[in-house]
């Protein structure tokens, strides 16, 4: 009798289907547990806004915990020492929590505006800036 090369692999498509619907019914079930355990309370925390009508921290309770004095932020970060890093169009600037000044970047008056910002892990911090064209 011949063995055709498809009913040879048959054994091996049928485990592979029934580890693949197992694992898929574990992580489905293993989801589900998640939604429900992190529904049940209710996750709080602040987090920050650069928005065009206003560019601070709103805190957990939803009220703004710290202003930038200045919307129209494009990026921002809170940064681990609570310093906020924030880019504007025209500059961008790392500002304590008690408003004081400790880093400025003035946008290159030959270019259009500033984008983003980030803090890098070495410590530098990167700016992107659109050029006149």
Not at 102 to 118: H, I, Q, R, S, W
Request: hydrophobic residues 45%; neutral net charge.
């Amino acid at each position: 009798m011949v063995r055709s090369e498809k009913s040879s692999l048959l054994p091996w498509l049928n485990f592979r289907l029934v580890f693949t619907m197992i694992r898929s019914t574990i992580f489905a079930v293993l989801s589900l547990a998640f939604c429900f355990a992190s529904s049940a309370q209710e996750v709080k925390h602040s987090f920050f806004v650069a928005g065009p009508d206003f560019t601070g921290i709103v805190g957990e309770d939803g009220s703004k915990q710290w202003d930038a004095g200045r919307k129209g932020a494009r990026d921002g970060w809170v940064l681990p020492d609570g310093n906020v890093l924030i880019a504007w169009a025209d500059v961008v600037q790392e500002i304590t929590p008690d408003h004081k000044v400790v880093f400025e970047y003035k946008k290159d008056p030959a270019n259009k505006e500033l984008g983003t910002v980030a803090r890098l892990p070495n410590g530098r911090t990167l700016i992107t800036e659109l050029g006149s064209k």
